[in-house]
């Protein structure tokens, strides 16, 4: 026997969409699901050459994060698309 449910997720699979880009290019990665989401948001952001992050925001599935905390603590699971850029500015890929 062993522990079910959410304490059982030790990794989501993650997309970070931005106005500069979506990184990984193509399908997603592996991110431990303990690691605060701003570690991955601040790679996401070198990796697309973006300087300045200052005032952004995180969604997923329509709601904002806390990005200093961990994926888990803010619940996400499975395969995660965070939308990653300045509040007004970040619209659902495809939007007008």
């Known amino acids: 026997m062993g522990t079910a449910g959410r304490d059982s997720i030790r990794h989501v699979e993650l997309a970070v969409e ?11 990665f ?38 200093r905390a961990s994926f888990k603590e803010n619940r996400l699971e499975g395969r995660v698309i965070i939308r990653y850029g300045p509040g007004s500015e970040m619209k659902p890929q495809g939007a007008p």
């Open 18 to 28: 931005t106005p500069g880009g979506t990184w990984p290019t193509e399908g997603f």
């Open 30 to 67: 592996e991110a431990p699901a303990w690691q605060h989401v701003e570690r991955q948001l601040e790679h996401a952001a070198r990796e697309l050459q973006i300087v300045d992050t200052s005032g952004w925001e995180a969604t997923a599935g329509g709601r904002k994060l806390d990005i």
